[in-house]
């Protein structure tokens, strides 16, 4: 059974122990049902890459095992979603715009929960019919003053490792990022 979460309230704590958390479209993977089944449809990159490009699915990608903070914000067409004063503060780095294609929601978790009957731990938000355009920021919480405690961990309120942005996609948008990759590799 998945969490609901309303956009925008706060961070959610998701997990990943295949070194990439991933937004998916569950009835696109309603035939995912066991490991057989998902090993047909991840196994390979260029499995992944198909997904990424008709839609169905957003990779959110480090390449790291761990616990993540994600914030999903949504917007629409006259009330963009955006990052706040303080996300842009401490933002690294932003993905270019990936095509989300939604059938009324989006689930958040790791790639190895992706199905169409998500486990526990894997977080539901209502995302209204339609083409999407999301951008991935990664956020460097721990340069921000206070937002540790004595071990290292996030305090109450600090910000999330991704700030995730959902938007309709707009006429002309132009091409979609497909990499599996989220980000660009540094030049040099």
């Known amino acids: 059974m998945t969490a609901q979460q309303p956009f925008d309230e706060a961070p959610v704590t998701v997990f990943t122990g ?41 990779p959110l990608n480090v390449g790291g095992d761990g616990a993540f903070g994600v914030l999903v914000r949504s917007g629409t067409a006259s009330a963009p979603a955006r990052l706040t004063e303080r996300e842009k503060a401490h933002q690294l780095v932003a993905s270019q715009p990936y095509l989300f294609v939604s059938r009324g929601r989006v689930l958040v978790g790791g790639i190895e929960d992706v199905s169409g009957d998500a486990p526990d731990g894997v977080i539901e938000y209502p995302l209204p019919e ?22 290292g961990r996030p305090v109450p309120g600090a910000l999330p490792d991704f700030v995730v942005l959902i938007n309709p996609a707009q006429p002309g948008q132009g091409a979609f990022r497909t990499a599996v990759n989220t980000f660009e590799a540094p030049n040099g």
């Open 130 to 151: 339609g083409h999407h355009a999301v951008v991935v920021h990664l956020i460097d919480w721990q340069a921000e003053a206070g937002s540790q405690d004595e071990a």
């Open 18 to 58: 295949a070194g990439m958390l991933v937004l998916w479209d569950p009835q696109r993977f309603e035939a995912v049902v066991d490991d057989d089944t998902w090993e047909d449809e991840f196994l390979e990159g260029e499995d992944i890459v198909r997904h990424v490009q008709a839609g169905a699915l957003v």
